[in-house]
């Protein structure tokens, strides 16, 4: 099997910091964890809220505590350093190669999707960010590994997308016209749903916009890990 | 223009574990870091000191510590450890933009290559490893980002390629006949440069192999941060 990783992340229109943090981080007892975080508002400080929590976040995965306890430990710094008054969503994806499983942790409103062949199911129970009072508890769902799983994650800039001219994005149709396609990589996957967003926002998207999905395929090859980061720079933009 | 990093590795024959350990850091005033460690011998050991290297160098640069000097702390640190009787490679390379240059910073006697059109430059005055003194020094080289430019990083493991039956490789031939191709992707050369490698061990490499290649595209396209990570499993392999 092969698990892949797809990422497609766009500032706020005439933002040149993205709110958003997203890294990838080794896991000491094999596999990986993708850390997504969304930062309160916008912007350099948004982008400090969420570096921190990111930052926070990786550091203990690495060594070896657990998702859920990491989700924790990052809120009680958060809401410990500003009282409540900054919040930040979090969404962790590991690959737990010792369970087998996908192991997915949850701060955040905005909902995931996990499909397999037709299905697509909608993890939408309510769910809330960091920071926002003591004892936050994240929503941790696990899957086991299996080819032909999909995961879609993503901050709140896609589910508002389009609301600004009262056409909101239906992420899950959107998701099941793509997944009608001849199996879509995951690239194709987070590239769709992003232009989707932001076209409904007249390519001025309101908000930080950030897609992550995860891909489980059959694909027997090499033993080779592979990895591609794509970051365009104009004039002095940064994400 | 738009910046494209790749990465390609792979374990040493019938080793669960890397000792390369590769982690790609956001740094906190734009742009990026990739973060390349080799420690000493293979296996778990050599995870361990890796990622410590990584972990450590990824911190600092995180807080907004130079290149130059998060690599002295990282060898200091791991002096201090281990008395000089452990080492391990380290390399970054930065897109800065702020100053628009891409910083190579190398303790590794393992050179780098930096390619623009026909002209093909090796890197490679001697330079340390981490931990096998006090006050190492790393090589520093900074390269201002435009259309073109390639640079290629790796660790020993492809360096020593094909040395246990008598056919080292020569990176540079390789390199060489890779760029002759029509403008080839820094993901094709990172894995065809493996490729080679593997070739030249039987399929069966000596040593974890890393491939990091950066190149720069001229590519006015969306704003979108894309990222892709591909890891196989099969069986319990770790890496």
């Known amino acids: 099997m092969e698990v892949q990783i797809a990422v497609a992340k766009v500032n706020k229109y005439a933002t040149s910091e993205s709110g958003d943090t997203l890294e990838v981080v080794e896991r000491p007892n094999g596999g990986l964890s993708v850390v997504l975080a969304d930062g309160q508002t916008s912007g350099r400080g948004a982008k400090a809220i969420s570096q921190m929590v990111v930052r926070k976040v990786i550091g203990l995965l690495a060594e070896g ?97 389009g609301e600004r001219r009262g056409q909101p994005i239906d992420v899950s149709e959107t998701l099941r016209s793509l997944l009608d396609d001849q199996s879509p990589s995951p690239q194709a996957l987070a590239d769709s749903l992003l232009a989707q967003a932001v076209g409904l926002d007249d390519n001025r998207p309101a908000d930080d916009i950030s897609v992550l999905v995860i891909k489980v395929t059959s694909r027997d090859g090499d033993n080779v890990r592979r990895m591609t980061v794509r970051l365009p720079i104009e004039g002095n933009r940064r994400a």
Chains 1, 2 share one sequence.
């Not at 958060?78 to 969503?89: A, P, R, S």
């Not at 960010?129 to 769902?141: A, K, Q």
């Open 65 to 161: 505590v657990r998702d859920g306890a990491a989700a924790r430990a990052a809120s009680d710094a958060l809401f410990t350093d500003k009282q409540g008054k900054v919040i930040c969503t979090l969404n962790i994806a590991s690959l737990d190669l010792h369970s087998g499983t996908i192991v997915l942790t949850r701060n955040n409103p905005s909902p995931m999707f996990v499909c397999r062949g037709e299905q697509i199911d909608r993890l939408g129970e309510e769910s809330v960010p960091l920071g926002i009072s003591r004892n936050v508890r994240p929503l941790i769902t696990e899957i086991p590994v299996e080819p032909g799983l999909i995961i879609v994650v993503y901050t709140d800039g896609l589910t508002h997308a």
